[in-house]
């Protein structure tokens, strides 16, 4: 790789030198995403990452883009504001402002301007793969696959806690639920587990007591929780601790895990198991993958925000460094120049090591960035990865398994062309 990332930058020499090169016309890119609602926490505390990313390009004097540098501009839009708003600001983005790359968390509220984006061309970065398809060729999902990477954690608590075997899963009922409920379904299948409780809720739901209670009520050894947005997430470890829950628990996130142990105990978290580390985990230390210097950037980021990391604070920074470097190979911002730069190779390293761009199988185009990713467990009250699992082994091996439940459920890409309605998918809790 030819560009040093901002955190490696920092941590390499403790501050950012500016260069004396004349600036010109900035650079924007637009962030839109839940900032508002149940996901908000997912866009904060991803924008406050980009500002950090941003933060480190300007001090250095901008993007170098055919021998001229350039300020990058962050711009905003909160995409739980309806479908009508979205579209307008995504509109004035592209038409007005003229960003180079839209980051977006994805899913139910980002979906109805995808036609419009897609036939501008606009390059387009999602944290959920399963919004990909034929239909969105310049849409990528580089740094999260989720939630393809759920498996892992399904498998190393099979080799662990094999005396563990009966599931409750439960996940709400959307373009980000559901997908990851396939993907639980399956993990658990492939590894011989027995799901004896599924329940699926609406994304607006508050009913964390009442869920939990239906899935105890069949005596399960492990809990299941998908990939709730945080304050259900939050609300379903808190009802399991307090009716009196001991088995393990099985998440794709634990944000804010702190508060969670806090309301519940340490001995009830360490039974935690999910997919997300702080980046001064010692297993990412000394690492030569594309995100360099893991603990640089979360040391900065927890002085700026404190208290404030969660799944996706590095995610959407590591996006810009990988389209930074593309652009620096492209010597361009012009979209599809720079999702042919990032596409040059079938392999290339992201977060947690080499990946390589795969999903036809299951998105009909391979524009996501699919390798290893880690397991979490709670250790001495902080996030811990306790292994890197394959998530494109377990995919060589189940690829088929999956294709079925993402079928069943409605996920499979040319399901998802004609939409249904998540509604009809959802369980009603019995009374």
């Not at 479908?83 to 003229?98: F, G, H, I, K, Y």
């Not at 399956?186 to 587990?193: N, P, Q, S, V």
């Not at 404190?306 to 996706?312: C, E, I």
């Not at 995610?315 to 620096?328: C, P």
């Amino acid at each position: 790789m030819s560009s040093v990332s901002f955190a490696q930058r920092l941590a390499v020499s403790g501050t950012l030198r500016m260069l004396g090169t004349q600036n010109h016309s900035p650079v924007r890119i637009g962030f839109v995403t839940p900032l508002s609602g149940p996901e908000a926490e997912w866009g904060h505390q991803g924008i406050d990452g980009c500002r950090i990313w941003a933060d480190g390009i300007n001090a250095s004097g901008g993007l170098m883009i055919a021998g001229r540098r350039h300020r990058v501009e962050i711009v905003l839009h909160d995409s739980a504001l309806g479908a009508e708003r979205t579209l307008a600001a995504t509109r004035d983005m592209v038409e007005r402002q003229r960003v180079r790359l839209i980051l977006t968390l994805g899913g139910d509220s980002f979906a109805p301007v995808l036609p419009y984006l897609m036939q501008k061309r606009v390059l387009v970065s999602t944290l959920l793969p399963s919004d990909l398809s034929p239909d969105t060729p310049y849409m990528i999902a580089p740094a999260e696959v989720h939630p393809l990477f759920n498996v892992t954690g399904v498998e190393w608590l099979a080799r662990a806690v094999p005396q563990a075997r009966r599931v409750a899963l439960c996940s709400q009922s959307d373009r980000l639920g559901l997908p990851s409920l396939a993907v639980y379904r399956a993990a658990f299948e492939a590894t011989g587990h027995d799901m004896v409780k599924e329940l699926r809720y609406a994304p607006s739901a508050t009913n964390a007591e009442e869920i939990v209670a239906a899935m105890l009520a069949e005596q399960p050894d492990v809990l299941c929780f998908c990939s709730a947005a945080p304050p259900m997430m939050q609300a379903l470890t808190e009802a399991a601790h307090a009716q009196g829950f001991a088995g393990e628990i099985l998440a794709c996130t634990a944000d804010d895990y702190p508060r969670m142990i806090a309301r519940t105990s340490p001995e009830f978290m360490a039974k935690y198991t999910f997919q997300f580390p702080d980046f001064d985990d010692p297993k990412l230390a000394d690492t030569s993958f594309f995100f360099s210097r893991p603990k640089a950037f979360f040391d900065s980021y927890n002085r700026q925000y404190p208290g404030k990391w969660n799944a996706v604070s590095w995610e959407y920074a590591s996006v810009l460094d990988l389209w930074h470097n593309a652009v620096e190979l492209a010597d361009t911002t012009a979209p599809v120049s720079v999702l042919a730069a990032m596409k040059r190779r079938q392999e290339m390293p992201h977060a947690f090591g080499p990946a390589r761009w795969y999903g036809t199988p299951l998105f009909g185009i391979d524009n996501a960035l699919v390798g290893d990713w880690p397991v979490v467990k709670i250790r001495d009250g902080r996030a811990r990865i306790v292994e890197f699992g394959s998530v494109l082994e377990w995919l060589d091996a189940h690829e088929a398994r999956l294709k079925l439940h993402m079928t069943e459920l409605g996920q499979m890409w040319h399901q998802r062309l004609s939409p249904r309605s998540s509604a009809q998918s959802e369980i009603s809790l019995p009374a």
